[in-house]
């Protein structure tokens, strides 16, 4: 991993480079663990918390609890969701995430629950993301702290508690930024 020549004197590039060795990172182990984070979307107004663990081969799954403000009837909105998905790490420590979201709450005595029959595929959602820190575990750069931005097109609660039947996710995308935290083993 190149390390940037701006931001270290020589002598501080020479013992990076010494303690990072041949690390590298690897398109599924440099996302590997259990993980907490958090989401903000933006024009939604929809902030939430979650754990995630990653097998380390490319695929993880999180659960979500979202917090959508107050219903127009005066209720909060909360939801929990559901991620189960692969993901890629690219050398230079970006990467993609593509999920199946489900999800359930109850918001002024109606029941959510997406997809609406058991048989249905999940929602589908798209992130990209970037690792902020790395720390070596084995021969791999394994990302303890990342950053990411939800590309998933929005949801409106208030539409679908108007009408059940109504799609879920409408264009435009909803811009979300969720940060994530690696537990230490």
Do not use: C
Request: hydrophobic fraction near 35%.
């Amino acid at each position: 991993m190149p390390i940037p020549e701006k931001r270290h004197t020589p002598a501080q590039r020479q013992e990076l480079e010494k303690l990072l060795g041949e690390a590298k990172f690897h398109k599924t182990k440099s996302f590997a663990g259990r993980y907490g984070f958090s989401i903000v979307f933006g024009a939604r107004r929809l902030v939430g918390v979650g754990t995630a663990i990653s097998d380390g081969e490319g695929n993880f799954e999180a659960k979500l609890k979202l917090f959508g403000g107050i219903s127009k009837k005066g209720n909060p909105i909360k939801l929990t969701q559901w991620l189960q998905g692969t993901y890629e790490v690219y050398p230079d420590g970006t990467g993609v995430a593509d999920v199946g979201i489900t999800m359930e709450g109850v918001v002024d005595g109606k029941t959510i629950i997406q997809p609406k029959n058991a048989g249905d595929k999940p929602l589908p959602g798209h992130f990209d993301y970037v690792v902020l820190k790395a720390e070596k575990i084995g021969r791999h750069l394994v990302g303890v702290e990342m950053q990411g931005v939800d590309s998933t097109p929005a949801f409106d609660v208030e539409k679908l508690l108007a009408n059940p039947a109504s799609p879920v996710f409408e264009k435009p995308i909803q811009i979300g930024v969720s940060w994530f935290q690696r537990f230490p083993d």
